[in-house]
């Protein structure tokens, strides 16, 4: 039976390309039971009239997200917004989290550099990503800034865009390939923050070969999953400044001789980055209380 790529869910339906061609499939009854199928997956099919089809069988994962929901994805473009909305530090540290938790490679895109003064083109936060490994763009879907760039970087590989809405994410995905028409949407003058105009997540093909995961936006995203142990793990400055610690399972928390504590304090990591980690390890540690018996 032929093998084909879930892009888009929706309605209780999975759409699979094949050779060219998408065919709308059902899954077959067992499979239910054994976990869902989402956007990304490998599948086996079995092809039926009517440019219909039933999925057989969910190939092994490579890679999953859970949010947004994608398997098998190569890289993660986080883009925020120099301006409407501003840009939230928190929420990127999430998302780069999750990201990391999950193995897959994270690059950071700042959209709307329209909107923008030159100061803030060269603002430090930016330095602090670049500091820790994240390759940055700069872009804006308006003006052209940055797409060539940023297509060329998208290219045989299958990128998941995410990151809050109204950041910007279908506008780009529109500038980098015209023609895609994906709907986009305004600030909300009164929230000041993005409407959620994509509904679902879609696999989109590139003309130059890859594909591109357009996803809905979000303003929030929990830690679920995520040990205290693994944390600091998960930011790259941190694992690298973590050896000359005296405990081996120091949490960089209130432990004596703690290497990364020294480190922030002599400006080797980012003090912003660091309070999120010790607010993102608070809350882990709530929630692991909360749920002991």
């Known amino acids: 039976m032929p093998e084909g790529l879930v892009v888009k869910a929706y309605g209780g339906y999975f759409f699979v390309y094949h050779e060219g061609t998408i065919r709308q499939c059902t899954i077959r009854g067992r499979l239910k039971t054994r976990g869902r199928v989402v956007v990304g997956d490998r599948v086996v099919l079995r092809a039926l009239s009517g440019g219909r089809g039933v999925i057989e069988e969910v190939r092994p994962r490579r890679s999953e997200l859970r949010r947004p929901p994608i398997a098998n994805a190569n ?3 986080v883009v925020i917004a120099f301006r409407d909305p501003a840009p939230s530090l928190n929420l990127l540290d ?22 923008a003064d030159s100061g803030e083109l060269q603002s430090p936060w930016l330095r602090v990503y670049l500091d820790a490994g994240y390759p940055t763009y700069i872009t804006s879907a308006v003006t052209g800034l940055g797409v060539s760039e940023l297509r060329e970087s998208l290219l045989g590989r299958v990128t998941v865009l995410a990151g809050p809405s109204g950041a910007g994410k279908s506008s780009l995905v529109n500038a980098v390939q015209p023609g895609l028409a994906l709907r986009t949407g305004e600030i ?60 081996t399972d120091c949490l960089h928390y209130q432990e004596p001789d703690c290497g990364v504590r020294q480190a922030v304090a002599a400006g ?16 882990i540690m709530v929630r692991e209380e909360k749920r002991k018996p």
Not at 94 to 115: P, Q, T
Not at 273 to 282: E, N, Q, V
């Open 268 to 283: 080797a990591v980012a003090r912003s980055r660091y309070a999120h980690y010790l607010g993102f390890l608070r809350e």
């Open 188 to 247: 909300s003058r009164k929230l000041k923050r993005g409407r959620h105009i994509t509904r679902h997540v879609e696999l989109l093909p590139l003309d130059g070969g890859g594909w591109v995961a357009d996803t809905p936006g979000f303003s929030a995203l929990s830690l679920d999953g995520i040990t205290r142990e693994e944390l600091a793990g998960l930011f790259p400055e941190l694992r690298r400044q973590a050896r000359p610690c005296r405990f």
């Open 94 to 115: 999430r998302i780069l989290v999750h990201c990391e938790a999950a193995g897959i490679s994270a690059v950071i895109c700042v959209n709307k550099a329209d909107l």
């Open 75 to 77: 890289r993660v473009l």
